[in-house]
């Protein structure tokens, strides 16, 4: 249903894990580690020796707090403190992450359980999901309260939605709303457009239902603009959690590289759930980027705290993937008709390369 709030969360649940996780987290006495690395993307090494360089490929925008952990894995120097040097490189969408992904030049990326299911049941695709951060889409659906609201998902019968690539994971988890809904998704259009806030101009126009963004965009829509609402899929999808993705043969062939990659980035999770306040998270990452998200004390800090959210869904620690949820969210995707079924989703996933946790 439609929200101007946060999804809703057990404070003390999550402040009692926040406990536990400071232990694990990797920091110093300012919490964090400081920032280095003086590359663009990368991060250097620390100590003796050089750093492996590990290409991680992006279906986001860099400039986004979506990647949260993978940029403060850089600019915390995590990354670094685990012997590797990280560039993060953007890609245009989860298919050309994909894609990129199986040709070699990448070694991880981050995709939607959708994306990998689909890719697996449907061509046959190689990849192994290494480790789940959000548990539940951060995907929201933002429309004109004045024009046309989307408070159900019926709302959207008729109209043109907004997504930012033709068959990605927006695409996918707006079809998806729509057959968990019973309502055929070619009942609604899909048009490819920016996944800025001044797309909303063409939501204003009319010439959009509503299109598909990141949490934090969402956010400084709401912020900006009193008419933006904001549709949260998640009541109506499960398959939608994003995961760390490599190809089987990479698995085979440098477990020690991912196992020191999902390291770092389980340290720089560990310290963003540690840091209540998030203050000293956006001192480190506001030493190394700059964005429009990132430099708002409020959106970020809200965009930060909602994220955080979504990785401590439940009681399984950070990064490991649920086999239950897992499997619903596959059987999900088979009964929509968006992946083929009888497969085994067991065989997909992979939690081995993750750090031991209590």
């Given at each position: 249903m439609p929200t101007d709030t946060p999804l809703s969360f057990d404070r003390r649940s999550f402040l009692k894990r926040s406990a536990l996780l400071t232990a694990a987290a990797t920091v110093g006495s300012s919490g964090l580690l400081a920032a280095c690395g003086s590359g663009e993307s990368g991060s250097g090494g620390s100590g003796g020796g050089e750093a492996e360089k590990v290409t991680y490929l992006s279906i986001l925008p860099l400039e986004t707090l979506s990647l949260a952990p993978e940029l403060l894995g850089v600019a915390g120097g995590y990354f670094a403190k685990h012997g590797l040097d990280v560039t993060l490189q953007a890609t245009k969408g989860s298919a050309q992450a994909i894609q990129t992904l199986l040709s070699g030049v990448g070694l991880v990326t981050r995709i939607g359980q959708i994306d990998l299911m689909t890719a697996?049941?449907?061509?046959?695709?190689?990849?192994?999901?290494?480790?789940?951060l959000n548990r539940v889409t951060t995907l929201r659906f933002v429309y004109s309260k004045k024009n046309h609201p989307l408070e159900k998902p019926e709302d959207?019968?008729?109209?043109?939605?907004?997504?930012?690539?033709?068959?990605?994971?927006?695409?996918?988890?707006?079809?998806?709303?729509?057959?968990?809904?019973?309502?055929?998704?070619?009942?609604?259009?899909?048009?490819?457009?920016?996944?800025?806030?001044?797309?909303?101009?063409?939501?204003q126009q009319g010439r959009l239902i509503g299109y598909v963004v990141s949490t934090d965009?969402?956010?400084?829509?709401?912020?900006?603009?009193?008419?933006?609402?904001?549709f949260e899929p998640a009541e109506y999808v499960k398959a939608d959690s994003q995961v760390y993705t490599t190809t089987k043969s990479q698995?085979?062939?440098?477990?020690?590289?991912?196992?020191?990659?999902?390291a770092g980035l389980h340290d720089a999770m560990a310290a963003i759930v540690a840091d209540e306040s998030l203050d000293e998270t956006l001192?480190?990452?506001?030493?190394?980027?700059?964005?429009?998200?990132l430099d708002n004390d409020a959106i970020a800090k809200q965009s930060l705290r909602m994220a955080r959210e979504s990785w401590v869904v439940g009681d399984k620690p950070l990064l490991v993937t649920d086999e239950e949820a897992w499997a619903a969210g596959y059987k999900e995707l088979a009964d929509a008709g968006l992946a083929q079924g009888g497969g085994d989703p067991k065989a997909w996933f992979d939690n081995s390369l993750l750090p031991q946790q209590s």
């Open positions: 697996v049941t449907g061509s046959n695709q190689p990849l192994v999901n290494i480790g789940t959207m019968i008729g109209g043109t939605m907004g997504v930012p690539s033709e068959g990605g994971t927006s695409d996918k988890v707006v079809s998806l709303v729509l057959a968990n809904a019973g309502i055929d998704p070619k009942q609604v259009k899909r048009q490819v457009v920016g996944l800025t806030p001044g797309t909303f101009n063409l939501v965009t969402a956010n400084i829509l709401r912020a900006q603009n009193p008419d933006v609402g904001v698995l085979q062939e440098k477990p020690e590289t991912l196992r020191k990659f999902m001192k480190v990452l506001r030493s190394k980027y700059k964005f429009q998200t």
